[in-house]
């Protein structure tokens, strides 16, 4: 009993995440982000964060592109391959416009295309970083 | 159309646009944000300083 109360006296107190259920902005900002780089913060008014992370995602998309980098396609072989399939969808509606244009050839005998490889993979995982950070804001997680 | 960038300017462009979502995205109040922003550049530019450097040293 005793040795029970001791116990209770200094156990440190639980520490409870507050909850942050799912809402419509949370999730269409989400979606809205992943499409187009900035916009799930745009629809929220953070005009700034937006702006900067559109300018920043394109910038690295494009110059990726420039460089001759490889856009990867829907495939079950290599698992570096599946995974740059990954990082390239992360980028949303500039990935489909990308592979509806026929862009990120590659080019194997250029060592800067490779380079351009990962600024286009880099930036469709910022872009996923960015839309979870929208739906965040959403949620009321972040201001 | 063709970009021709350095491994430098490359890494350095790479830097500038990952710090920017990085500091945006990690911490809450504006300057926070900046001052994220900054670190992560300075991280990312001096990991580049550094590594050329260790290769320099292994070539030589």
Known sequence: ?143 | MNIELSHFSAALLFALCASVVFGITQKNAPKEMMQYGVKCFGMFFGGVIVASWIMWLLKH
């Open chain 1, 1 to 143: 009993m005793a040795n029970e109360t001791a116990k209770s006296l200094t156990a440190k107190p639980a520490i409870v995440e507050p909850e942050y259920p799912v809402t419509a902005m949370g999730v269409g900002a989400l979606v809205a982000g992943w499409l187009i780089p900035g916009l799930g913060h745009i629809i929220q008014k953070r005009w700034i964060r937006g702006l900067l992370i559109f300018v920043s995602v394109l910038t690295m998309f494009f110059f990726g592109l420039g460089m001759e980098g490889k856009i990867y396609t829907f495939n079950t072989g290599d698992l570096l391959e599946i995974l740059g399939f990954l990082g390239n969808i992360g980028a949303g509606a500039l990935y489909f416009l990308a592979r509806v244009q026929e862009w990120g050839q590659g080019n194997i005998h250029r060592a800067l295309a490779d380079y351009g490889t990962k600024f286009i993979i880099v930036a469709g995982l910022l872009n996923v970083i960015s839309a979870i950070d929208a739906y965040h804001i959403g949620i009321g997680k972040k201001k």
